[in-house]
Antibody
Framework: QMQLVQSGAEVKRPGSSVKVSCKAS????????VSWVRQAPGQGLEWMGG????????THGRRFQGKVTITADASTSTAYLELTSLKSEDTAMYYC???????????WGQGTMVIVSS | EIVLTQSPDTLSLSPGEGATLSCRAS???????LAWYQQTPGQAPRLLIY???SRATGIPDRFSGSGSGTDFTLTISRLEPEDFAVYYC?????????FGQGTKVAIK
């Protein structure tokens, strides 16, 4: 059974950047996509964007324009989420998830906590 | 952007009771592109239902989904102790994909 293994928690200063990784273990992404979802403390889920690793075509929601870069390395079945110009409001758990053929997310990573604090 | 509004915000029920969760969309969503997820504290979300009514692998048949257009429903026929959690609907047919705000199913 494939799993998604994310990189560890990060503590960052305001204005800095962070890059979170998501590696497929026990399988590959194949032709499936990868989504990134954010969850601020005590809040709901928010889709940030996604990518199809084999086609290298990333997309993100308009509200994350200039904030987010989503990339992937198909050869290592690893997807990346880079956040720039971090603010305290970016403090959240970040999840990656595998997207099936319709777009629903059937396998989720364990989450990466990013804390932005001075 | 399609806004999904879930109701109620909180549902207080006892084990063994049935639960009906609602998800209303601000515009029509194709039935192929509506999913439900379950999240327990400290855990990642888990896919329950996709394409409105298809159960994900390993999901017990007490969970069922229905609906069309702008109104969708998740039904839990008999609540087990592990079902007390937060449930989110999601549409993935239109970008940006959006989630509802969640419904918490709490123990009464």
């Amino acid at each position: 059974q494939m799993q998604l293994v994310q990189s560890g928690a990060e503590v960052k200063r305001p204005g800095s950047s962070v890059k979170v990784s998501c590696k497929a273990s026990g399988g590959t992404f194949g032709t499936y996509g990868v989504s990134w979802v954010r969850q601020a403390p005590g809040q709901g889920l928010e889709w940030m964007g996604g990518i199809i690793p084999n086609s290298d075509s990333g997309t993100h929601g308009r509200r994350f324009q200039g904030k987010v870069t989503i990339t992937a390395d198909a050869s290592t079945s690893t997807a990346y989420l880079e956040l720039t110009s971090l603010k305290s409001e970016d403090t959240a758990m970040y999840y990656c998830a595998r997207d099936r053929y319709l777009g629903h997310s059937d396998i989720w990573g364990q989450g990466t906590m990013v804390i932005v604090s001075s | 952007e399609i806004v999904l509004t879930q109701s109620p915000d909180t549902l207080s029920l006892s084990p063994g009771e049935g639960a009906t969760l609602s998800c209303r969309a601000s515009q029509s969503v194709s039935s192929s592109y509506l999913a439900w997820y379950q999240q327990t504290p400290g855990q990642a979300p888990r896919l329950l239902i996709y394409a409105t009514s298809s159960r994900a692998t390993g999901i017990p048949d007490r969970f069922s989904g229905s609906g069309s257009g702008t109104d969708f429903t998740l039904t839990i026929s008999r609540l087990e102790p592990e079902d007390f959690a937060v449930y989110y609907c999601q549409q993935y047919g239109s970008s940006p994909r959006t989630f509802g705000q969640g419904t918490k199913v709490a123990i009464k």
